[in-house]
């Protein structure tokens, strides 16, 4: 069930406030042919009915996906990180299981709300946070996007936070939100700058990002695999900005940011003489091409979303609150 009020009259409200800003961007040219400015005139992205319709028709997609292993089913519902990590979990199942996932259950949401920035330009998005029938007592956000009206809204962001880090938005009057441009200096770390910031800190460590499972956490792990008897474990961290995978930003009421951004990963395994790579689970042997001898390295893509205080904040560290991370391909040698 919706948190949004949508009562008919709400939604053809929605509509019509979205229409009327739409025909005030018209202009016709000498040859009477009409052109909507989309690249110039500050529009909300979507109407609340528009984007409950996105989140079904995803849920929809995703389901049908799960059930066959067939990617295909929501190809065009998924970009950016989430349809890299989709597309090979998909494909190691259809590997594994060509006649579809017996332990398919569907995924449903409840709780929704929906975040409408408005702003000028493509891509437009929004953000979904709902609660989900799966990952247990979390909120799943996920940021749509597409780069054109007649383009299908697409997931490119999905991750998982606790119901008690989500900030509020800053909004205007009629409930629509403020995006953060990526090159802003209003925010601690300015949205474009945080998946290579957060991919150095990863292999050299600092004070720029607070301490938590997805950041000190995380490097206590990776030093403790690096070197055991018998194999030694590399890790290579890189920023990913380029289309759909590039950081999307929400201002929050402290003056801060909601930031989702995407960052690369290169994990390889090196045995030692007269020892072998531990036999990885039949998920990465179905991405892995050729043969598991001394080394396996595995690639993955990983979608962070992160608290960026405001630049004047006493504070300045920034918080990674969820991130989803999923295995691309993998490489024996």
């Known amino acids: 069930m919706s948190r949004v009020r949508s009562p008919r009259r709400l939604r053809r409200l929605e509509r019509t ?7 005030a961007a018209l202009a016709t040219t000498a040859s009477g042919c009409v052109v909507v400015h ?3 005139v500050v529009l909300p992205a979507a109407t609340q009915a528009e984007a409950a319709k996105a989140l079904q028709e995803f ?7 799960d059930r066959t ?3 295909a089913q929501d190809a065009d519902h998924v970009t950016g990180a989430l349809g890299a990590i989709d597309a090979a979990r998909l494909k190691a199942g259809h590997i594994n299981s060509p006649d579809g996932n017996s332990a398919h259950t569907p995924l449903r949401f409840t709780d929704v709300t929906y975040t409408i920035p408005k702003k000028a330009g493509w891509p437009r998005w929004f953000v979904a946070d709902a609660r989900g029938n799966k990952g247990g007592d979390v909120r799943w956000l996920m940021v749509f996007v597409r780069h054109d009206l007649n383009e299908t809204w697409q997931v490119a962001y999905l991750t998982l936070v606790d119901p008690g880090d989500m900030p509020e938005f800053a909004k205007d009057k009629d409930g ?6 990526a090159d802003s200096t209003s925010l601690a770390v300015p949205p ?8 150095t800190y990863l292999e050299k460590g600092g004070d720029g990002f607070a301490a938590g499972p997805h950041t000190s956490d995380w490097r206590t792990q990776r030093a403790k695999n690096a070197a055991k008897p018998g194999l030694a474990t590399q890790y290579i961290d890189q920023p990913l900005t380029d289309g759909d995978y590039a950081p999307l930003a929400l201002r929050t009421t402290d003056g801060g940011a909601l930031v989702f951004f995407t960052t690369h990963h290169f994990q390889k395994q090196t045995a030692a003489p007269n020892a072998s790579v531990p036999v990885p689970n039949r998920n990465v042997r179905a991405l892995t091409k050729g043969e598991i001898k001394q080394t396996l390295t595995m690639e993955f893509v990983s979608n962070q979303v992160a608290l960026d205080p405001a630049g004047d904040a ?3 560290q920034v ?3 969820g991130r989803v991370q999923g295995m691309t391909s993998a490489q024996g040698g």
């Open 314 to 316: 006493a504070k300045k």
């Open 176 to 181: 629509w939100a403020e995006p953060v441009p």
């Open 319 to 321: 918080s990674v609150i």
């Open 192 to 199: 474009g700058d945080l998946s290579k910031d957060y991919a």
């Open 59 to 65: 849920t929809d997609a995703y389901n049908k996906a």
């Open 69 to 71: 292993y067939d990617s």
């Open 17 to 23: 406030v979205l229409t009327a800003a739409l025909t």
């Open 38 to 40: 989309g690249e110039r």
